[in-house]
């Protein structure tokens, strides 16, 4: 699980980088393409989803920290992650673990077939991933939006018929 959890942490931090490069691009090419809200939104929507995966790469290391503690000692049994203080009988329940990776957590599961998630990752992270995720979406469609009537003059432009057929 170790591994798997460094490899989406690399992949993440990488996607992240290039999205940034692809919305400051957009961005610098805004000048040849001319006005419009289309290119804007199209960077807005690139950067809001490098954000999103670059704090979801910050929380998984505190996952990865998780899945490793109970590996560190004699007493893992139940796994030190789903030790809660002021819940000290639902630890006694716990029989597995797991990690979820949509919303991101360490999970503990019990005997009675519940689960809880415990407090490794930080609070904000799962809602601010969702929230720039969310923004990332939006503003993708509102850049096809922006950018359809253009495709549209330009396509009808194509399939105009050349004035010079025709004439004698």
């Known amino acids: 699980m170790f591994l798997v959890l460094v490899l989406v942490v690399v992949v993440a931090v990488v996607a992240a980088l290039g999205l940034t490069g692809h919305g400051a691009s957009v961005l ?10 289309g290119p804007p939104l199209h960077a807005l929507a690139a950067f809001a989803c490098a954000a ?11 996952v990865t920290g998780a899945v ?3 590996n560190r000692g004699a007493r893992s049994a139940p ?6 203080p002021g819940h000290e009988e639902r630890a006694l ?3 597995d673990r797991s990690v ?6 360490f999970v503990c599961e019990t005997s009675g ?12 992270v799962n809602p601010v991933t969702a929230v720039l995720a969310l923004a990332a979406v939006a503003s993708a469609v ?12 330009a396509a009808a432009g194509d399939r105009a018929p050349d004035a010079r057929e025709g004439t004698v």
Do not use: I, K
């Open 28 to 37: 610098a090419a805004r000048r040849a393409r001319g006005p419009g809200a």
């Open 52 to 62: 999103a995966l670059a704090v979801y790469a910050w929380g998984l290391p505190h």
């Open 68 to 70: 490793m503690e109970p």
């Open 79 to 84: 796994a030190p992650p789903c030790r809660t």
């Open 93 to 95: 329940h716990v029989v």
């Open 100 to 105: 979820s990776f949509l919303p991101l957590g």
């Open 113 to 124: 077939g519940g689960d809880h998630t415990s407090d490794d990752v930080p609070g904000y």
């Open 142 to 153: 509102g850049a096809g939006y922006a950018a359809e009537p253009r495709t549209r003059a």
